[in-house]
């Protein structure tokens, strides 16, 4: 029997948001599933997949090492803890380095359909940026139409995924100290897909034994993510949808609208989201709504396709990633549209307990249960206004009944690009650089990444960045940890009071807030570049800034090739739920330690948020310190 004060203590115990909250409630109370409830149900999870010691790489295994020194300490190849360990952590890196820099593939495929004037419903949107980059690749740009250059950028970026000049053009925009180091290490990325390929072939039985050899080729391939297609996807996006600059918008599932048509897009590609914003302007669809009772057609996101839009146009974000079950529990949404990445596969299960209608889109990634409608880009805004028009015809089936909205979305302000933090500081870092020197700002922390439901929803996040802006130390964020600030009211101007004395003085001058929205996952390349920009313009390398980053929340495969391009950039990590290494103390070591030596960074383990902040800041002190600051 549903008992409402056992939901209410578990809804408390599962997020920190008072909207999530009433959902998860709402959620129970109607009998539907979600991740924590599946969660549960998998426990206990398996302690040797935990510590990375199960290997199920070929025909003679599965194989698992024995953790307490015993039998057996290698499997039936041969492969030692360590072995295993890192050839587990290579797969996982690769797997994340390539679904981010597919994603960027097809971002450059659009744009260059759109060049040859073969997509529909794009155009070029930043000319500034095309012409910049086109600089880059020493590609001419006089005298030529907008559509000439992008045409020769698209094509020389896609050349980046299988070139064979042994290095991406974009990893040239690191300071030479940083790519010093890379090179010294022979991490130097040398195309996006050959770095993947390569891993694959490297955790084959019988090819890479080597923990040291392994674990530096994971390194190089998530430069080749950061530096190569993550950056790619972001510059590609910005090129055709316009760099992102401050704007206003609300966050949480009460952007969900009682009166309107709701259609949630959920996933990761712009090329995708974009498109469905800009069929929604339509007449006669808005027309249509109005024909089935609805006052008109509300656009959210979520997830990183949800920043993507949040970041360019101002569309209100619904939530992260475990709010995609809560989102169709409202029994509010009429069409959750996704591309891919951070779906879950049950989302069908989930929609048929309600009226929803679940769109997928990508041949990458069909979903049992979803209505497939195949997004090309030459027919993309049929496609958007065909799935419009099933949202709109689904509205008089919701059930009045069965339909709960919390009540108060919360403001944010986002749109924080690395051209728009320049532009805001006056056009040059100098101000900033100033209020770092001076200890106004003591530094900088990239929070990043996802929910996992390890971890009571935004709790490691918000806590974490609370922490950070209370000690003078700006945040720069991406991805759900974003979205979970913006649900706590941090990304506005006015949580400046909440920062220290320093910080808060430089948000309220600038009216900024201490917590900057920076975009989605691949926009971790933004950090990037502020972070090699500043580096450029004090002379000296990414390791020796007084930054550093954390994922609290993480889950996904990507945030492992984020984590290790942030520490082989020379920036400090620390990761809320533990990574699946500690069954190698080698490679625990390696990553934890020694590599302080190599890169000046490494990677740290702590679920605990404050304590988070409090090695956080210990690192900002050491290098402020080195730079005798
Ligand atoms: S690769 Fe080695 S450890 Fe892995 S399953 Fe095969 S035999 Fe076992
Ligand atoms: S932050 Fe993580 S969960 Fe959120 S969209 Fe990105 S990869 Fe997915």
Redesign the pocket.
């Known amino acids: 029997m549903y008992d409402a004060f056992r939901s209410k203590r578990l809804a408390e115990q599962r997020a920190l948001d008072a909207a999530d909250q009433e959902i998860i409630a709402k959620a129970l109370e109607d009998g539907v599933e979600t991740a924590w409830d599946r969660f549960i149900d998998q426990q206990p999870q398996c302690g040797f997949g935990q510590l990375g010691i199960c290997c199920n790489r070929c025909a003679m295994g599965p194989c698992r090492i024995e953790p307490f020194g015993k039998k057996p300490d290698r499997g039936v190849c041969g492969a030692t803890a360590d072995t295993i360990v890192a050839r587990n952590l290579l797969d996982d890196l690769s797997t994340g380095a390539a679904a981010h820099s597919d994603h960027g593939r097809e971002v450059l495929e659009v744009l260059l359909e759109t060049a040859v004037g073969k997509s529909q419903g794009y155009q070029i949107t930043d000319e500034t940026k095309l012409k910049a980059i086109a600089a880059e690749y020493g590609i001419n740009t006089e005298n030529r139409k907008k559509e000439e250059i992008a045409e020769d950028v698209a094509r020389a970026m896609l050349e980046e995924y299988g070139t064979l000049k042994n290095r991406i053009q974009m990893a040239e925009r690191a300071p030479e100290k940083t790519k010093d180091t890379w090179k010294r290490l022979g991490i130097v990325p040398r195309s996006v897909d050959r770095e993947i390929v390569e891993s694959m072939h490297r955790i084959h039985m019988g090819v890479g034994a080597d923990y040291v050899n392994i674990l530096l080729h994971a390194m190089r391939t998530s430069l080749a993510d950061g530096w190569g297609g993550s950056m790619m996807a972001t510059e590609g996006s910005d090129i055709l949808f316009g760099t992102p600059a401050p704007l206003r918008s609300r966050a949480n599932l009460a952007t969900l609208k009682q009166d309107m048509v709701n259609i949630v897009l959920h996933g990761?590609n712009p090329i995708l989201s974009e498109m469905i914003v800009k069929a929604a302007d339509d007449p006669q669809l808005k027309e249509r709504a109005a024909g089935k009772g609805a006052k008109g057609i509300n656009i959210v996101g979520m997830?990183?396709t949800g920043n993507e839009l949040l970041m360019r146009h101002g569309i209100p974000i619904a939530g992260?990633?475990l709010d995609q079950e809560l989102a169709i529990a409202t029994g509010a949404v009429e069409v959750m549209v996704v591309d891919y990445?951070?779906i879950f596969p049950s989302i069908a299960q989930t929609a048929a307990c309600y009226h929803t209608r679940v769109v997928s889109t990508s041949q990458k990634a069909k979903i049992p249960g979803t209505t497939y409608l195949e997004f090309r880009p030459e027919t993309a805004l049929d496609t958007a206004r065909e799935i419009i028009t099933v949202a709109i015809d689904n509205f008089p089936n919701r059930n009045p009944g069965r339909v709960r909205i919390p009540q108060k979305p919360v403001d944010l302000m986002a749109g924080f690009s690395e051209e728009a933090i320049r532009k805001a500081l006056g056009g040059t870092y100098k101000p900033l650089i100033d209020a770092i020197v001076g200890g106004r700002i003591r530094g900088a922390v990239g929070i990043?990444?996802?929910?996992n439901p390890k971890i009571k929803q935004d709790y490691g996040h918000v806590t974490l960045a609370k922490e950070l802006i209370k000690r003078d130390i700006l945040v720069l964020e991406t991805?759900?940890?974003a979205i979970a600030c913006g649900k706590a009211g941090l990304l506005v101007p006015e949580a400046a009071d909440l920062a220290g004395d320093g910080l808060g003085s430089v948000c309220k001058a600038l009216g900024i807030p201490p917590v900057l929205h920076m975009g989605?996952?691949v926009d971790c390349s933004r950090i990037l570049m502020l972070a090699a920009n500043i580096a450029k313009e004090l002379g000296v390398g990414i390791g020796d800034l007084p930054i550093g980053g954390a994922a609290p929340e993480?889950?996904?495969q990507?945030?492992i090739s984020i984590g290790t391009y942030f520490v082989s950039s020379g920036v400090y990590v620390v990761l809320g739920i533990p990574p699946k290494i500690f069954g190698s103390p080698n490679v625990t070591s390696l990553l934890a330690a020694q590599l302080t030596d190599l890169v000046n960074a490494s990677f740290a383990v702590e679920p605990d948020p404050v304590k988070a902040a409090d090695l956080l800041e210990a690192e900002i002190d050491r290098k402020r310190k080195a730079l005798g600051i």
Do not use: E, I
């Open positions: 990761h997830c990183c992260t990633f990445q951070c990043v990444g996802c929910n991805g759900c940890a989605s996952c993480w889950y996904s990507k945030a």
